[in-house]
């Protein structure tokens, strides 16, 4: 499967824990975009990177959040002292300067 | 910021019946998509529009970017059961950064068999 791979699927972790998720886009795309999705809502923009550069960040993306993407391959985002809110599905979508972007299948947070 | 308003939020049909479902916006998208996202699943695109009036079918699946520019149709010919699912329209204000979209909140879809 060539697809958009994240993990993990589902993290279920304590107030105030750090959680780190991984985005594996496809192969030859040189941007990666990181979307929240809470329930019942449509995906919220986060972040996007074209290569290792991370070209843009919403206002969504609060300090407790940091994106990488060291090598232009994978992606990692990782969210510091968790709260509640911060419960959603954190997806993950790959593409080119020239295409739409394929989605991932997303990690579902619980923050409890 | 630039909504999307998305209607209706749910449907309930009857498998063999047509689907339609609408996107408006208060600002202009160059680009339309719409989307099929099943439960714990990312979305999946269906069609993706790059200008106005088009008129695009993938299927039994047919999206129209609106002459305005501000809204989008979609409609699902002769439902079946695996249509099941939530659809999103997508918009995009330029042409210069696919990928990055905004979202409506989805139109919930039930096929009864």
């Known amino acids: 499967d060539t697809g958009v791979s994240q993990d993990p699927r589902h993290k279920i972790t304590k107030r105030g824990q750090n959680v780190t998720f991984r985005c594996d886009p496809i192969?030859?795309?040189?941007?990666l975009y990181w979307y929240r999705q809470t329930l019942g809502q449509g995906p919220e923009f986060l972040t996007y990177?074209?290569?290792?550069?991370?070209?843009?960040k919403s206002r969504l993306l609060s300090d407790r959040f940091s994106a990488e993407r060291p090598k232009g391959s994978f992606s990692t985002l990782e969210i510091q002292r968790t709260e509640q809110g911060d419960s959603a599905m954190y997806l993950c979508?790959?593409?080119?300067?020239?295409?739409?972007?394929?989605f991932g299948q997303g990690t579902r947070l619980t923050v409890v | 910021g630039q909504q999307l308003n998305q209607s209706p939020q749910s449907m309930f049909i009857q498998e063999g019946e047509d689907v339609s479902m609408n996107c408006t916006s208060s600002?202009?998208?160059?680009?339309w998509l719409w989307y099929k996202q099943d439960p714990g699943e990312g979305p999946v695109l269906l069609i993706a529009?790059?200008?106005?009036?088009e008129l695009t079918s993938n299927g039994r699946l047919t999206a129209q970017f609106g002459i305005t520019r501000k809204d989008s149709f979609l409609n699902i010919s002769a439902s079946i059961p695996s249509d099941v699912g939530i659809y999103f329209c997508?918009?995009?204000?330029?042409?210069?950064?696919?990928?990055?979209?905004?979202f409506g909140d989805g139109t919930t879809l039930t096929v009864k068999p």
């Open positions: 529009l790059y200008k106005a009036g």
């Open positions: 997508a918009g995009q204000p330029s042409n210069t950064n696919a990928g990055k979209s905004t």
């Open positions: 990177f074209q290569n290792e550069a991370q070209l843009e």
């Open positions: 192969s030859e795309h040189n941007r």
């Open positions: 600002s202009i998208f160059n680009t």
């Open positions: 979508a790959s593409g080119t300067v020239n295409t739409e972007a394929f």
